[in-house]
């Protein structure tokens, strides 16, 4: 067990996220970290600033059929499909452990249709230790066959009708593969959402050439890992010049370097994802090696960082 | 954690061993650990292997060159640092002092076979062991090891056939409570096949590509049969968490 | 001089691409292959199956202030910035060379309105020797702020301008930074089309953590290489099920494994980009390479690899 | 390439000597080669080189260790196989027989002087050089090179300072015709400052970082002065293929 102690340091991890107050700007990112509990015996996942669950979605799903992950050379496929216990089940089984942790909760919302994710909303709503939602909006939308998150009218709606159900802290996690993601986080902010996270997975595809087949049984997957980092910083840079509220940055995220330039592109947390697989103590060494990076520059508060990118000359 | 030896014992096999921490040596024989391999052309996802032998100070893994990710590793040297979490995985159920025994496995489905063994021989068990090669070149097993009845593909070890005939002739003149069973596909299902029609518990250890061997990417999944999809109402288990052993009668192979 | 005997081999690789014939189905990729002279004495220029020049545009370009090019970990970005000669100076000092090769000329048109465009491909129809043009649509179009190719209507509007100009083979190079490549596939077509080539680059940023600057002047750049494969894999597949005309695939190929993976997934043809700058004989290499692979499954004409992925049962 | 020799020759610094291409054993002074670095931590690009010396049949390079690439071919073992290419760039103009030359150069800037020092000598020409290190233990100039005067910046070797300074001095009383420098750009802008005060024609090598190092990816460009802007029309210029030597006026460094 990896335990931190703050008391070493002389750097304040603190932030404000909306009306949250993370001890670290570092989150696990949704589907990267199960339900919270299974690493607990390597990483005291109370270390992480919050939890993003796994998406929940109304009922129980299996998920796709295998294969659905593969490896590629700097990054993965996954197309699981949304598998989770549904959020019955999730109350019951999984809430219980994730109350008993000194973090931030924030559970992942997924849905295929607006009522799918009130749904789970107002279930959730009576529940303690909660401290806000991340909204899915990556899921095929059955009216349109296209993403929530591939329209602003769209997102905006869906961000509207699940702002009506909840005073919590509510963010909302972008789609990447998008002509115009200012667009989509424009029309999400104007429907009062708190935060922004983004991104999701690119669209990505194998092919393994002995079989002739896709290296993925659903064809497509979603690509994560190192290789999607300068398409993530664009799009966190891109989004905190159109919009005023606090940006979660994800995408390959994997060292306290990569931490630094997301904050300085305009993110106010990040959040860390397939990196958990690689390495399940990759926040315990990010948190240390920050200190040593914001040291180095005489930054006593983390969120000293934020946007604070230089321009050439 | 520091690399103690790494010895090539057959055609494309290597024995590695490491320092080791606590947690490490209270593994248990069908626990896997999952190895972040460095170097040229390092894969991306981390490397799973079962846990072949535990001793006071060191655990071992015995691994079979096939591909960039192997390679990789036999080219470790007495002293490197390599970057292994675990053990992971349930192991075997064991439970076995009342019942009578047998290990059936291919080629690297074998070490974890092998790390059962020694702990049943310290527990005063002895139980019959079933070892198949392609040919005697690729045979790895250690002297420590007896009681081994051997096949091979070209009948340079052994009998010439499949591993599955041994245990087919086995079955024939000894009475078996519990089977063990580790290897490629095709021979598991022909063993939980012959397990099936002699009513006799079978328990298989699966392998699958692991995005991380911890139970979070949910990616390792294998059907469940449809005894437990009734009794668990899911699809799939995860087989790095909820194995890599399974009750034969559980899964879908 | 690395010279590609054919004779040798038991695989035809020669394609058809619309009216075009090429000897082989690796072109190179606009602006990764300068004038196509630059390297001639390195590899036989001939050798490709075609070139794709840089983009030629009404004036010359100086091009973006630099650095406009950084390092990435599998891949680059670039903000040249469509640097060239201008069409006139094109004509006079480049084409000269590229008429005497024996391989496919396709010239790159690039501009920031339509009328950029015909102005380019009306001084090119008296050459002889051009066998087509490849119009890059990721230009800024001054008009919406966007890109020509972000939007179906004004790539379609531009398709049909420049199809009423000429009769040549016409291939439009599209944009992966969209939702849905497959509707501005589907619009190019009806617009007549002869072809569509893709991906070009996908928005990037790198930040230097020391300096805390873009690592390019102009904050975002195009991003190259292997890193972006998986990307272009999937959209090459979702065109190919969308459109009937023939497809070049684009976008970190590297490697004959890497060609075999596009046509399998719909690409009548490729072409070698970024590979150009770090190994200039890859184009040897994949060939050679591709005969192996071809042999190894008793394939003889390389384009039967096209299109022939299989599905999981 | 195979690699012939791999020697550390100072603090940090090594001199790499590989099999060579008839190609590249007629390689000009100024000229550099792209390498192919791969190792655990590759980087994308090749990494390009000056070549500090061409006999029959090796070619040397010079070069510090600065990050992930310098390290890997640091490691570098005789006999190991190097992807080299060039000669690439346009090298130093060789019409120096008339004139009187002066070599000034800094660190890691040193290696291509070298090879035109080599080359004047074999023409039987005498160049004043002027060479600047940190302090003594970076200091890798062979023995074979005579007549050079050093600088350091702690005066552990030669006059503590600058080699500008050095420049300077060196100008009260010597008449010179062409200054060739390379090094640090700050080195390289005193220099120009002070050929052009005394109207002394400068050659200067450049170093940007390289995409491809042939001329096709359009990257590595360095400002036109506004005499050869007016001139050609354009505001940049390549440095790999058109450069990587600039005569002074024709650039804004
Ligand atoms: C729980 C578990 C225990 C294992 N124990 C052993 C062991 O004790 N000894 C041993 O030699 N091998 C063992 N394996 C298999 C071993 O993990 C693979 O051989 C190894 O991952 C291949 O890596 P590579 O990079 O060398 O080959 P790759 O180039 O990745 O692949 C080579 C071949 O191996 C297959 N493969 C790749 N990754 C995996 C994976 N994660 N699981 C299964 N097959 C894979 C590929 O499909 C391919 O056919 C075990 C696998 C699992 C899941
Ligand atoms: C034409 C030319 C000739 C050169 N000749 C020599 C030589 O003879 N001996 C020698 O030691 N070095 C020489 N260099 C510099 C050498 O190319 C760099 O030191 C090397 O590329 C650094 O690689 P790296 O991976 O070790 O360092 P990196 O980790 O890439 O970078 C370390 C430092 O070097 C700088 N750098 C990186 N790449 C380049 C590049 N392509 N050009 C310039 N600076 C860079 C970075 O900005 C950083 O400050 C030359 C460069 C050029 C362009
Ligand atoms: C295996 C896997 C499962 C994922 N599941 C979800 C999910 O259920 N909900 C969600 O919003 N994002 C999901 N994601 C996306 C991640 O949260 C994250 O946005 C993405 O992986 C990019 O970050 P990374 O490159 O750091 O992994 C998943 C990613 C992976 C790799
Ligand atoms: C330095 C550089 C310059 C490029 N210039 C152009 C260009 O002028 N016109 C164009 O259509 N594409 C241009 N491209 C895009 C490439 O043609 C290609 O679409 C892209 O790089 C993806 O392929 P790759 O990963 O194989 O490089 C350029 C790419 C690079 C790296
Ligand atoms: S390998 Fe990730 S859940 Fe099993
Ligand atoms: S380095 Fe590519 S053009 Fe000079």
Known sequence: MNEISKERWDVDFSIRLGSLILKNPLLAASGTYGYGRELNNILKTDDFGGICTKSITPLARDGNEPPRIAELKMGMLNSIGLANVGVQAFIQDKIPFLQSLETNIIVNVAGFSIGDYIGVIQLLEDIEGIDGYEINISCPNVEGGLEFGSSSKSAAKLTKALRAETDRFLMVKLSPNITDISEIAIAVEGEGADSLSLINTLIGMGIEIDSEKPILKNVYGGYSGPAIKPVALAMVHKVFHSVKIPIVGIGGISSAEDVVQFMLAGATAVQLGTVNFLNPTALTEILEDLVAIAESKGIRNISDFKGRLKEWD | ?253
């Open chain 2, 1 to 253: 954690m520091r690399v103690l030896s790494n010895e090539k014992n057959a055609l494309n096999i290597y024995s590695l061993t490491f320092e080791s921490t606590s947690e490490l040596l209270e593994s248990l024989p069908g626990q896997f650990v999952n190895i972040n391999v460095r170097g040229e052309d390092s894969p991306f996802f981390r490397r799973p292997f079962s846990i072949a032998s535990a001793t006071d100070d060191c655990i071992e893994i015995i691994f079979e060159v096939v591909g960039a990710g192997t390679w990789q590793l036999s080219t470790l040297h007495v002293g490197d640092s390599v970057d292994v979490i675990g053990p992971l995985g349930l192991g075997y159920d064991l439970d076995f002092t009342e019942s009578k025994s047998l290990l059936i496995g291919g080629g690297v489905g074998l070490p974890p076979l092998m790390f059962l063994y020694y702990k049943m021989k310290n527990k005063g068990i002895e139980p019959q062991f079933l070892a198949g090669f392609k040919s005697v070149s690729y045979n790895f097993m250690p002297r420590n090891i007896t009681n081994v009845h051997f096949s091979s593909d070209d009948g340079s070890l052994g009998s010439k056939g499949y591993v599955t005939d041994l245990l087919i002739e086995t079955l024939f003149h000894e009475k078996v409570d519990h089977i063990y069973a580790c290897g490629p596909e095709p021979m598991l299902s022909k063993v939980i096949e012959i397990a099936e029609e002699n009513e006799i518990r079978c328990s298989v250890s699966i392998e699958k590509v692991f995005g991380c061997g911890t139970g979070i990417c949910f990616g390792c999944i294998i059907e469940n049969s449809l005894k437990r999809l009734t009794e668990t109402g899911r699809k799939y288990s995860l087989a790095c968490v909820e194995g890599t052993v399974f009750d034969a009668g559980d899964i879908n192979l």
